[in-house]
């Protein structure tokens, strides 16, 4: 058998730039050399040389989140080279990059949603009419960014003004929701028309971190995470139903990781990640290996999964 080139892309210059890194490095690490050459390309610093070796590349593996890696530019220029890669494709990346714009297909697609609304640095109302309309506690995040990164929750109405600040400072747009308080669940699919709905696992933070913040997701120890989540199977149908619907309605394929939170015995929907954390130990993958399938196997599922798009011929979607 004759070994596939693989062009992996991690870091960027996104503000998950170390997270990207991390992940590459133990994408590298577990990539099967009997069956993979693996190019390693920066981003930031290596995109003449991703142009020139083009014709030499058979797939790409990007790993990376936010924008620029996450968000259908890089996956727009590999289109250009005629490079298949893994995940969504252009559109499928550009609009679940953007809560806004994914909660409106969630919402049209029948998916509970946290109440939101949006801000721009034009809109004048004051926030007190925020908080008349959503209540408090209120959740105040950058609308197209990841990792929790430039996130608050705001229980005081004075402190409301600060955390939009702090979203502004990553974003030209702020995403503000009523907090739901609940158990977080997050679900994994896996495929490109039909996917399979991985186990369901359930997010704990420790009880020194308020929500799934930077530290809670990167430090190990500090959040437990149970695969597959303490719910009945009515719940875990219902999960991975939604799953399915997120990952369907944002055009996606290959594979995401939707985000929800269960109260009341019904989930609401936060976002999906097109490129979900890929070490061993993230989300995604502790969900694949409950399915049966090992990092590496999974690695060899999303190449292939993406290699068949290509070969089908479907238009980037
Ligand atoms: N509406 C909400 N209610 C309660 N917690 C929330 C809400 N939105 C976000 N969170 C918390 O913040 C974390 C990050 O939010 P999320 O929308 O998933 O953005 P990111 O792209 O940064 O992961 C979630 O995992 C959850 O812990
Ligand atoms: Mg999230």
């Known amino acids: 058998m004759t070994k596939k080139n693989i062009a992996l892309l991690a870091g960027g210059r996104s503000s998950e730039r170390e997270v990207s890194l991390t992940g590459g490095e133990q994408v590298f690490q577990a990539l099967d050399k009997d069956k993979y050459n693996v190019l390693r390309y920066d981003p930031k610093t290596d995109l003449g040389r991703l142009v020139a070796d083009a014709p030499q590349i058979d797939v790409a593996l990007i790993i990376m989140h936010g924008?620029?890696?996450?968000?259908?530019?890089?996956?727009?220029?590999?289109?250009?080279?005629?490079?298949?890669?893994?995940?969504?494709?252009?559109?499928?990346?550009?609009?679940a990059m953007n809560k806004?714009?994914?909660?409106?297909?969630?919402?049209?697609?029948?998916?509970?949603?946290?109440a939101y609304c949006?801000?721009?640095h034009r809109d004048q109302s004051p926030t007190s009419e925020i908080v008349d309309r959503l209540g408090l506690p209120l959740v105040v995040k950058p609308v197209a960014c990841g990792s929790s990164i430039g996130m608050s929750i705001v229980h005081e109405p004075e402190?409301?003004?600060?955390?939009?600040?702090?979203?502004?400072?990553?974003?030209?747009?702020?995403?503000?929701?009523?907090?739901?308080?609940?158990?977080?669940?997050t679900g994994g699919v896996l495929g490109n028309d039909k996917p399979e709905a991985l186990p369901i696992i359930e997010i704990i933070p420790n009880d020194d971190h308020e929500f799934f913040d930077y530290e809670a997701k990167y430090i190990a120890g500090l959040t437990n995470e149970i695969c597959p989540a303490r719910i009945d199977g009515e719940l875990t149908a219902k999960a991975q139903d939604y799953a399915r619907r997120a990952h369907t309605a944002l055009a996606l394929r290959g594979y995401s990781r939707t985000d929800m939170i269960l109260k009341n015995r019904?989930?609401?929907?936060?976002?999906?990640?097109?490129?979900p954390g890929m070490t061993p130990t993230s989300l995604m993958p502790q969900a694949a290996k409950a399915?049966?399938?090992?990092?590496?196997?999974?690695?060899?599922?999303?190449?292939?999964?993406g290699l068949k798009v290509h070969h089908d011929g479907k238009r980037p979607a």
């Not at 890669?85 to 559109?91: D, K």
């Not at 600040?165 to 669940?185: N, R, S």
């Open 100 to 114: 806004f714009i994914s909660k409106q297909l969630y919402e049209k697609a029948g998916l509970p949603v946290p």
């Open 118 to 120: 949006t801000l721009t």
């Open 266 to 275: 019904e989930m609401y929907v936060l976002e999906t990640n097109t490129i």
């Open 67 to 95: 924008p620029y890696g996450e968000d259908g530019t890089v996956q727009g220029l590999l289109d250009l080279l005629d490079i298949p890669y893994q995940g969504a494709g252009v559109l499928g990346s550009a609009v």
């Open 159 to 185: 402190k409301l003004p600060a955390a939009i600040a702090k979203a502004f400072e990553q974003d030209d747009t702020v995403l503000i929701e009523e907090y739901i308080d609940g158990v977080e669940l």
């Open 291 to 305: 399915a049966g399938y090992d990092f590496g196997q999974l690695l060899d599922r999303l190449i292939d999964l």
